[in-house]
């Protein structure tokens, strides 16, 4: 019988073991609803504090979920099942339900507090550990790796672009762009990687010929770097219907990015002089400083990047990567609770310590295009009958219980500075009131 256990915000519904693998697995989690993008909060709740669940011993259950219930604002929403798994590349324990392990690790890994992810070995592109890793779901701000993927190709960064009021008014964090205002192609690419800007987003689309085109070409690109569970809808990872990624792509997009040095040097830059309002590239137009968002960057010796997202309906996600030793590790995880970089922290530590080089995969990062319609798949491109059935005896499904709530509105620059002077205005009103009473 499952067992329901409160993980801080995450509900987990332990699942039976499957007894092919070495530690313990289950069933598959959910394409979680639509909602609004924003970065994730800056304090998690008080029951995301709670201490952590000590790494099970082997043999004991590691869940993997089935199906997935989000609250939001305190409003519970009914468990939806798992989509169907629609590709297969990599090999088919990728596509396969429960949690895939290789057998030459040493001990169990972690148990991320996340819907599906996957950890794999960078130097021999062999996933060492993944769960429900081809499972589409809402990608977040992650997904802007695709973007600059696609389109750095596309968009020197010297391009001019004069910011429009849609980029001012577009719907989560934003780097605070002014209408009127004059920005390199450079300065938008630094905003989206570092400090996740949706209004960067929206302008390198226009750039690149509005958002139709700018997703073409960034679901081209997934197509060409095997990522068949991808479908762009926009270029910020706001969450839109039909949108989606995975634990999979999302590392086949981590990996690409830091097989490129332009990409590579913007994730890894900790801070940035961004211009402030004003029509001359340069100075001695005025800049403020913008800082990356990757904690991994300051937190994790070895640390590559990538990126993080959060939407606040749906979760958090990141890719993460480190080097320890001349050997590189990625770890992902998508539709999670909000201490994504910990999880992806976690991930990687258990690659280093607990995984050799060379050791065993359960499947592979693919390095090209992969026909989607593997062995286990339908024609229609549906999972094999019963591929994501609930463990027999398992009354609760599988289901991981996400609590979330809508992230705490984020300040622009330009609020920010207008909010600093009107209170530097405000105490000088003060002081003079008081100097007439006296």
Not at 28 to 47: C, E
Not at 188 to 210: E, R, V
Not at 268 to 291: D, H, L, N, V
Request: charged residues 15%.
């Amino acid at each position: 019988m499952a067992t329901v256990v409160s993980l801080g915000t995450l509900f987990l519904g332990a699942v039976s073991p499957s007894a092919s693998l070495p530690f313990a697995a289950g069933p598959a989690a959910a394409r979680p609803p639509t909602a609004k993008n924003t970065q994730r909060p800056a304090k998690p709740s008080p029951r995301a504090a709670a201490s952590p669940r000590a790494v099970p011993g082997m043999g004991a259950t590691l869940p993997c979920f089935s199906s997935v219930a989000y609250s939001v604002n305190g409003k519970t929403r009914p468990a939806r099942p798992l989509p169907p798994v629609t590709s297969s590349a990599g090999g088919e324990r990728l596509a396969a339900p429960g949690l895939q392990v290789t057998p030459s690790a040493k001990t169990p890994p972690p148990a991320p507090k996340a819907t599906a992810w996957l950890v794999a070995d960078l130097s021999t592109g062999r996933v060492l550990a993944a769960c429900n890793a081809h499972v589409p779901l809402a990608p977040a701000s992650s997904l802007k790796v695709l973007t600059a993927l696609a389109l750095t190709p596309r968009i020197a960064p010297a391009t001019r672009y004069v910011a429009r009021q849609e980029d001012a008014a577009v719907d989560g964090t934003r780097v605070g762009l002014v209408p009127g205002s004059a920005y390199t192609a450079d300065d938008l690419w630094h905003a989206l990687l570092m400090g996740s800007a949706n209004d960067a987003a929206t302008g390198l689309a226009a750039m690149a010929g509005g958002t139709a085109s700018a997703t073409t070409v960034m679901n081209d690109t997934a197509r060409s770097l095997g990522a068949n569970d991808t479908r762009a809808v926009n270029t910020s990872g706001l969450d839109e219907p039909g949108q989606v990624s995975s634990a999979y792509d999302l590392a086949l997009f981590g990996r690409a990015a830091l097989a490129n040095p332009v990409i590579t040097k913007y994730v890894q830059t900790r801070s940035y002089a961004f211009p402030e309002a004003g029509a001359a590239i340069g100075p001695p137009r005025k800049t403020f400083q913008i800082q990356n968002h990757d904690k991994l960057l300051y937190n994790y010796p070895g640390a590559l990047g990538v990126k993080n997202g959060w939407t606040s309906t749906t979760g958090g996600s990141f890719v993460g990567a480190a080097e320890r030793g001349g050997r590189r590790v990625i770890a992902t995880v998508i539709a999670a609770d909000p201490q994504t970089w910990q999880m992806s922290r976690a991930l990687m530590d258990w690659a280093f310590s607990a995984t050799a080089p060379g050791s065993e995969g359960v499947g592979e990062l693919v390095t090209g295009p992969v026909d989607p319609a593997g062995p286990s798949r339908t024609a229609e491109g549906g999972a094999a009958e019963g591929a994501h059935a609930a463990a027999p005896g398992d009354p609760d499904g599988g289901i991981v219980r996400i609590s979330t709530s809508s992230a705490e509105p984020k300040l622009t620059a330009g609020q920010f500075f207008a909010l600093v002077a009107g209170g530097v205005a405000l105490i000088a009103v003060g002081r003079h009131l008081l100097r007439r009473r006296h």
